[in-house]
């Protein structure tokens, strides 16, 4: 098992070498940041001396060299537009977009279990035909015209919701704000969050059904009935609990991709996010908190997809032992 977690890690620990190397590469593509610190009216002259203070004539190895020992130390370069440290920055907007994602997975098993659970448990039922043919748009639907659509149907034409912004969060501790204290703020996430949540939704909706319908094939299920047990014990205890492994793993590496999607949502809510937050630094040529942003989210990734490996691994022994073979 600990050559299993050193493989991991290691492995880890790769993938964040790599994805830093990319994300300098993409750094020099993006435009000059100068030209947004001091504007067109300053000399070719002046904008080059300060290229020069800021590092940014130096070759890209050594500007990559250069950030991954500051970045091992805790230092993902400062902000050109802001002027602050990088990751200060990203902190203070990482609140607002960790809790839509949070908001939007809730929604995401709220929906996904009794609906999965049902579809597999009546297939021919014309309510689980219509979940699935829902699934089925869902899937091939992007996210941002479902923003769009929801901000018509809500906002414009029925006035129920707010269609942008974060209202007043509530600073609940130093440093984290939140949206959920009162019904005049936790109005404002509902559609960014179900916009979201329509992502990965019919993703689980259609695994949790296959999985259940794998489960209640299986031997144990028909000998719990043939015992007599209640239908609810069946499914719920003997059949559902054996489909969350596959569920839960899969869940956790959605996570790290639902962080990254975040960006639409929160362009077309105007929501004062990460994702937002990474569209202004691309206007504005912000290429070292581009770079950071994406050290930031793939870190996340990263970790969460490790950590699920892990649990896996402790859970299901035969994943260390195909990964030894």
């Not at 493989?7 to 190397?21: D, T």
């Not at 960790?98 to 809730?106: G, T």
């Not at 942008?164 to 404002?188: D, M, Q, Y």
Request: charge should be positive; proline fraction near 5%; charged fraction near 15%.
């Amino acid at each position: 098992m600990f050559a299993f977690i050193v493989r991991r890690v290691a492995q880890a620990l790769l993938v964040m070498f790599i994805i830093s190397f990319i994300g300098f590469a993409i750094k020099q593509s993006v435009g000059d940041p100068t030209r947004e610190m001091v504007g067109v009216s300053v000399s070719v002259k002046e904008r080059e001396a300060l290229r020069e203070k800021l590092g940014l004539n130096d070759p890209y190895l050594v500007q990559w060299a250069r950030f991954t020992k500051n970045a091992v130390q805790g230092d993902l370069g400062t902000s050109y537009f802001y002027r602050k440290p990088a990751l200060d920055v990203i902190l203070a907007k990482a609140p607002a977009t960790l809790e839509l994602v949070f908001v939007a997975q809730c929604i995401i098993v709220l929906i996904s279990v009794p609906v999965g659970v049902y579809s597999a448990c009546r297939p021919r039922s014309v309510l689980s035909r219509l979940f699935m043919g829902i699934s089925i748009v869902g899937v091939s639907v992007p996210v941002f015209l479902t923003a769009i659509f929801m901000i018509y149907i809500f906002s414009v034409h029925l006035g129920w919701l707010p269609s942008f912004g974060r209202g007043n969060p509530v600073e609940i501790f130093p440093g984290w704000t939140s949206v959920l204290t009162t019904w005049a703020n936790f109005k404002h996430i509902i559609l960014p969050s179900i916009a979201l949540s329509s992502i990965m939704l019919p993703l689980f909706i259609r695994l949790i059904r296959a999985e259940m319908k794998e489960a209640l094939e299986t031997e144990y299920v028909k000998f719990a009935r043939a015992k007599g047990l209640p239908e609810w014990r069946v499914v719920m205890v003997h059949a559902f609990k054996n489909t969350l492994l596959p569920v839960i793993t899969v869940g956790g590496v959605q996570l790290g991709i639902m962080i990254a999607f975040t960006i639409l949502t929160e362009t077309v809510f105007q929501w004062q996010g990460m994702g937002f937050m990474f569209v202004e630094a691309v206007e504005r040529a912000d290429t070292a908190l581009l770079v950071a942003y994406l050290i930031f989210v793939g870190a996340i990734f990263v970790t969460v997809n490790t950590v699920v490996d892990l649990i896996y691994g402790f859970v299901n022994p035969m994943v260390r032992i195909a990964g030894r073979k």
